[in-house]
């Protein structure tokens, strides 16, 4: 007859390990959290150039799923975010068209710029590092 009290003592302790889990601060600096917060951010300001996919759009945007640009070094993709794109563009290595980006640094957080080039980096097949606030503030 011991076991009922087993039981309850395990739903109880269950509960209230469920209840810490879903009342702990979400820390932004968390890739789960960065990649959520940047979801949002690109579909508020970037998702109607790029596209909700990043597949890019022909003479508007270039696609970002899949491009090395945005998978390679995090420094230029975090200057093209903070001081926008103009000019002649290379997707993998081949001729796009020409890029006309506005600059966000002003307009977004530097939080928010590092979750959304966190997300880009981390979406839609590509495999890169994420992007940290710090890096951000210290790209010129």
């Not at 879903?22 to 990649?35: D, E, G, I, R, V």
């Not at 970002?64 to 995090?74: E, H, I, Q």
């Amino acid at each position: 007859m011991k076991r009922p009290a087993l039981v309850l003592v395990a739903g109880v302790l269950g509960a209230l390990a469920l209840a810490v889990v879903l009342h702990a601060p979400q820390s932004s600096s968390s890739a789960f959290a960065a990649a959520v917060d940047g979801k949002e951010v690109f579909s508020a300001n970037c998702s109607g150039c790029h596209g909700d996919k990043g597949q890019g759009a022909p003479n508007v945007a270039p696609p970002l799923a899949k491009n090395s640009y945005v998978t390679g070094d995090p420094k230029n993709v975090i200057h093209t975010v903070l001081s926008g794109l103009n000019g002649p563009l290379k997707v993998n290595g081949k001729p796009w068209g020409e890029g006309m980006m506005p600059a966000w640094k002003g307009s977004l957080s530097n939080a928010q710029i590092a979750a959304v080039i966190t997300y880009i980096r981390s979406s839609w097949g590509n495999k890169a590092s994420g992007v940290t606030e710090k890096q951000v503030a210290s790209t010129k």
